[in-house]
């Protein structure tokens, strides 16, 4: 069975910085592209970081150089570095994972809209005040 457990959300003034952590089980990286994305109220879900099973990456425009994804695999565990936060990147981030080849670019470029992602976790809410 796959989980995934987002924490490290959180309150924080612009220019600061927080670290999500998705927990993952019952999957293996190696098979699997994962993304983080958010999501306001009203809007779509917005992917803004991949990893695809290679460990290539790839960034939304908007979160590029200010935001990180890694991943320890002897903790099974994938993270989300953001720095510089500003208030526009207030949103409830979400951790997903899809089984197969699909690239970090490709997850971006939205070859799988959010609703066909296989898996994904509860969210943790990052509010960034001006």
């Known amino acids: 069975q796959v989980q995934l457990v987002e924490s490290g959300g959180g309150s924080v003034q612009a220019g600061g910085s927080l670290r999500l952590s998705c927990a993952v089980s019952g999957l293996t990286y190696s098979s699997y592209c994962m993304v983080w994305f958010r999501q306001t109220p009203g809007k779509e879900r917005e992917g803004v970081a991949a990893?695809?099973?290679?460990?290539?990456?790839s960034y939304a425009d908007s979160v590029k150089g200010r935001f990180t994804i890694s991943k320890d695999n002897a903790k099974n565990t994938l993270y989300l570095q953001m720095n510089s936060l500003k208030p526009e990147d207030t949103a409830m981030y979400y951790c997903?994972?899809?089984?197969?080849?699909?690239?970090?670019?490709?997850?971006?470029?939205?070859?799988?809209?959010?609703?066909?992602?296989?898996?994904w976790g509860q969210g943790t809410q990052v509010t960034v005040s001006s």
């Open positions: 997903a994972a899809e089984p197969g080849a699909m690239t970090a670019i490709q997850a971006l470029d939205y070859i799988l809209e959010p609703d066909e992602y296989n898996f």
């Open positions: 990893m695809d099973k290679d460990g290539s990456t």
